[in-house]
């Protein structure tokens, strides 16, 4: 037996680490876990949505008259209704459940049926009569500039400008002009969309205390628990909000939704059960998904591959709505310096509207397509100094525990590890530039954060919170807000606590996501759950530890710090044979102390940047990736094939393996499917059709993502260098993996035929026109050609840790004095 | 039309059980299994035939029950993820799916299950290609669709030997 152990120092494992059956694999497996649809009860009524054919309009009247007529129906509603408006990012109130005055893109809800059925429902919402007078549209930033009016909301910095904002981090243009090379590059990275495979739904109902109940596959049931008793004007203590297991979410299901609020009102005023459930049409109109992004990387390097300073500069396209805007405006840039060294660093960012579905957090939040264009640039810049580069990369990774001149702490990093680890897997120094004609290898690496330093609404409360609840028949309760995605959470969770006690996890039952019983946890997004859930389960746990430890220890004759836990049983450290079974102990510690239970909960470290806006970025740490991908180039058609991906991934510490490689290999397909194929597009319908603005594929058959047949055999490597801030070491995994894919496969094509395709998707027919261009003698290049004379505001000026700053923001004349 | 249009009443044959139900007669297989029989393992991605998670198996070949009328599989043998356990025994493709990966959300997991159970019914040893190819119709979102192989061809191999 060892000696009683710190978490991190513990040496053997009884669960973390190895591969196990998931806590709700079983349910799954069966049918038998019930999503937000599969929720039926007694009088229940459905609900369907009335969306606007229109992509920016005043909405003159609206009579429901005939549909309120109509046999079945129960009810209908329209913005009256709904006065108050939502967002979920306070700065961004800008949504109604149901439009009032105006709507903004084709699909913003503008009415609601409740009646018997699904079919009469929509059999109503064509009998509703709504009148609308059309306005200009703005279909994308450079046009949202272009036309400050007619604005699509009255907030925001100016114009259709929503957000826009700037950072320098030293002098920028100085260190670029004494580089030996400024390499300037545009990249253009189209949007997509989550496309979970369940719809969204959700089932409204008032409980017999007289109290709302909302069952909704949501991601933050939390932050969406706020938004509800501030919409229906009602106190948060009579609403309940039970975030039902999730078909997966990937970030779509963090915005709260229409017809969430919808449901939930139409429960309230007709007492009844109101499901809804969207079609899958609707999702595409619900999205929140990838921001479609413009960037222009300017980047200055000495002769022998140093970066010396980086001018970022963003152009977000919003869609219709605030969302998560605001923050995804930051964190198109934010993240940027946590790879590389960097000296220097400038980043300007502005978020438009347009009239189009809002985009909101998408696996990576706004990091993929500036991870995109650095990481093909820096590819650029290997190629340009005759460098490899997997070794330029390896040449400069940001040192452990480091701060970025933006005043990020790194923290643990195993991105060298990564690095030499997939050069190794892909026999990248013997297959390089050896795979004959058509067939290439790229690299790229990046960078994610294990869940956001700040919460969304500004508070100094944990971010999240665990209670931990025994008894004597051995049983192990543990309640937690957060919410099950598919990720795993649950299993994270269980795992964790069964570790500390040293029970196996099948003695754990997890009560996740339910805001009237669980303590608050923020919500399944940054991937944040296992850091800050495994860490608030880790006090918990270690407190009642702590009780059970002190029973034990008068029966087993041995002081309370030399009692160990493992194997469903409970020992004294220095002698094997002077035991008792964990059931055992939980009964002395009740007899002693009372029932037991404990709290833990977690809010993460204050960031080192105290400047305004240094909030966005900070991470109790930070995993990293490393990927290479193969190609084969089809020179006649374009089409590019993908026979195999590498990719090694510093996680700190897979709790369990098998999910975690599934997170791996998951996170790569997302990646792989939006560098080749995902777009949410639109276009305009001809004149004599409105000239609405609409989405081009709202299906799963033309939204085009991978099949099995497309998706090529992916080795994973997980490097694990237990990270000091989190559960056993534990990073994320949720996230990181995709970031590295889409860069890594654009310079794969490069290495295979010799053109560059800046921009994602890269589509067989940008790939055919970098060829012709190649043919030709033009430069090889397909991707954006101009970046607009965008407005960015005078930056905030913040000296990096090395030349003298404090973190805080200071004058530009100050500096002269100190570099 | 009519708000409550007319029923049809029949005897469907579901995991070997006859369950007498009646529904209105536009319903699809897939809306009269969830919504009149209760059977809610099969789930629904679209309901427009495009990604396979409603996938159940009539007369033991994979079908898509959103683009079937119920009306149409009276006399046909139908089989659904609640009827591939026995008991509490799990078969062996849902306690591979279980346990090596191939269900994360578990949203796209019946449909995958009920295609690869009619796959190792008519070939107990497909190669990897088999199975990409025969799944090509389901989507998943979550997996990278790697552990889901891996759970089939853990599965076929616990079915060829009779252990696990």
């Avoid at chain 1, 995605?485 to 996740?512: K, N, Y």
């Avoid at chain 1, 991906?645 to 897979?654: K, L, P, Q, T, V």
Wanted: aromatic share 6%; with cysteine.
């Amino acid at each position: 037996m060892n000696a009683p152990e710190k978490p991190l120092q513990k040496k053997r494992f009884d669960t973390i680490g190895k591969p196990r059956r998931r806590v709700d694999g079983r349910a799954k497996a069966i049918g038998q876990l019930r999503f937000a649809d599969d929720l039926v009860l007694p009088r229940m009524l459905h609900c369907k949505l009335l969306r606007s054919p229109h992509p920016h309009a005043v909405i003159e009247s609206i009579d429901v008259a005939r549909a309120q007529a109509h046999r079945g129906v129960h009810l209908v509603l329209t913005g009256a209704e709904f006065p108050v408006p939502y967002g979920i990012m306070p700065v961004s109130q800008d949504e109604h459940a149901l439009a009032r005055e105006r709507v903004r893109f084709v699909g913003d809800p503008v009415a609601a049926v409740v009646a018997v059925d699904e079919q009469t429902a929509t059999e109503a919402l064509e009998l509703i009569e709504v009148k609308y007078r059309q306005l200009p549209t703005v279909a994308s930033p450079e046009e949202g500039l272009a036309n400050p009016e007619p604005r699509i909301h009255d907030y925001g910095e100016q114009g259709n400008i929503h957000r826009n904002q700037s950072y320098e981090f030293g002098d920028v243009e100085e260190a670029l002009a004494k580089s030996d090379h400024v390499f300037e590059d545009l990249f253009f990275y189209e949007g997509n969309t989550h496309l979970p495979m369940e719809q969204q739904a959700s089932l409204a109902s008032v409980e017999g205390d007289g109290k709302l109940l909302l069952s909704s596959s949501t991601q933050n049931p939390h932050y969406l628990h706020r938004q509800l008793a501030r919409v229906l004007q009602i106190p948060a203590a009579h609403i309940r909000v039970i975030a039902t297991p999730n078909g997966g979410g990937f970030g779509g299901k963090c915005d709260p939704g229409n017809h969430e609020f919808v449901v939930s009102k139409a429960a309230l005023m007709l007492g009844r059960p109101v499901k809804i459930c969207l079609t899958r049409e609707e999702v595409f109109y619900q999205h929140r998904g990838r921001h479609p992004v413009l960037m222009k990387f300017r980047t200055g390097v000495t002769k022998d591959g140093r970066l010396t300073a980086m001018h970022l500069q963003t152009l977000l396209d919003g869609g219709a709505y605030g969302s998560h805007g605001p923050a995804s405006t930051f964190y198109t840039g934010v993240l940027t310096p946590v790879t590389y060294e960097l000296p220097r660093f400038k980043f300007e960012a502005c978020r438009v509207f347009t009239n189009k579905p809002a985009c909101g957090p998408k696996r990576g939040h706004g990091t993929p397509q500036p991870r995109f264009g650095q990481e093909v640039q820096l590819d650029k810049i290997a190629e340009k100094l005759g460098l490899d580069p997997a070794e330029l990369r390896l040449s400069m990774v940001t040192k452990p525990d480091s701060l970025t001149a933006s005043w990020l702490r790194v923290g643990s990093t195993g991105l060298a590890d990564c690095i030499r680890k997939v050069v190794e897997m892909s026999g990248w120094k013997e297959r390089r530039r050896k795979l004959g004609p058509g067939r290439g290898l790229g690299i790229a690496c990046s960078s994610y954060m294990c869940g956001a330093g700040v919460s969304i609404y500004w508070n100094k409360m944990p971010h999240s919170a665990v209670q931990l609840l025994l008894d004597r028949s051995g049983q192990v309760t543990v309640y937690c807000g957060a919410t099950e995605l598919g990720q795993g959470s649950d299993d994270v969770l269980a795992s964790i606590i069964a570790e500390s006690l040293g029970i196996d996890p099948g003695f754990v039952r997890c009560v996740t996501g339910d805001t009237g019983i669980t303590p608050i946890d923020l919500g399944s997004y940054s991937s944040r759950v296992t850091i800050m859930m495994g860490n608030a389960a880790l006090q918990a746990a270690g407190r009642v530890r702590e009780l059970l430890a002190a029973a034990a220890a008068e029966q087993l004759n041995t002081l309370p710090d030399r009692v160990v836990f493992s194997q469903d049983r409970v020992f004294a450290a220095e002698d094997p044979g002077k035991t008792m079974s964990f059931i055992e102990a939980v009964a002395l510690a009740e007899t002693k102390f009372g029932t037991i239970a404990a709290v833990g909960s977690y809010a993460p470290p204050k960031p080192p940047g105290r400047y305004k806006g240094a909030g966005v970025g900070p991470s109790p740490a930070y995993s990293f990736s490393a990927c290479v991908v193969e190609t084969e180039v089809d020179p006649h058609t374009g089409w590019v094939t993908v026979p195999k991906i590498w990719i090694a991934h510093d996680i700190g510490r897979a709790l369990n393996p098998v999910l975690a490689r599934g997170q791996v290999i998951g996170g790569v397909y997302m990646g792989l499917g939006e560098a080749l194929m995902e777009e949410q597009a639109f276009r305009r319908l001809p004149p004599k059709l409105s000239s609405a603005l609409v989405h081009r594929n709202p299906s799963m058959l033309d939204y085009k993502s991978l099949t099995s047949l497309d998706m090529p055999e992916v080795e994973v490597a997980l490097i694990e260098d237990p990270d000091p801030n989190c559960p056993y070491g534990a990073k994320e995994v949720g996230q990181g993996p995709l970031l590295p894919v889409m860069p890594a496969l654009a310079n794969a094509i490069y290495d295979a035929v010799g053109v560059r395709i800046d921009e994602v998707p890269i589509t067989p027919d940008k790939v055919l026109r970098a060829l012709e261009k190649k043919e030709k003698g033009e430069v090889p290049r397909v991707g954006p050609e101009s970046f607009p004379a965008v407005p960015y505001p005078a930056p905030t000026f913040v000296l990096p840790p090395w030349e003298g700053g404090d973190g805080n923001e200071t004058k530009r004349n100050d500096k002269t004095a100190v570099v | 039309m009519s708000a409550v249009p007319d029923r049809v009443h029949m005897t469907l044959r579901v995991n070997g059980e006859e369950l007498p139900v009646s529904f209105a007669p536009y319903k699809t297989l897939l809306e009269v299994l969830r919504e009149d029989l209760n059977l809610t393992g099969t789930k629904h991605g679209c309901e427009l035939g495009e990604c396979g998670a409603c996938a159940v198996l009539v007369d033991g070949e994979p079908l898509l029950s959103c683009l079937e009328l119920a009306v149409q599989c009276e006399g046909r043998e139908i089989q659904t993820i609640e009827g591939l356990a026995k008991g509490t025994e799990l078969h062996p493709l849902q306690a591979a799916f279980a346990d090596v990966g191939g269900s994360q959300c578990g949203y796209c997991t019946s449909g995958m299950v009920m295609t690869a159970k009619a796959l190792l019914d008519s070939e107990p040893a497909p190669s990897r290609e088999r199975i990409r190819e025969a799944l090509s119709g389901n989507l998943c979102r979550c997996t990278g669709y790697q552990q889901i192989w891996e759970s089939v061809e853990e599965a076929a191999r616990v079915l060829r030997d009779g252990k696990r």
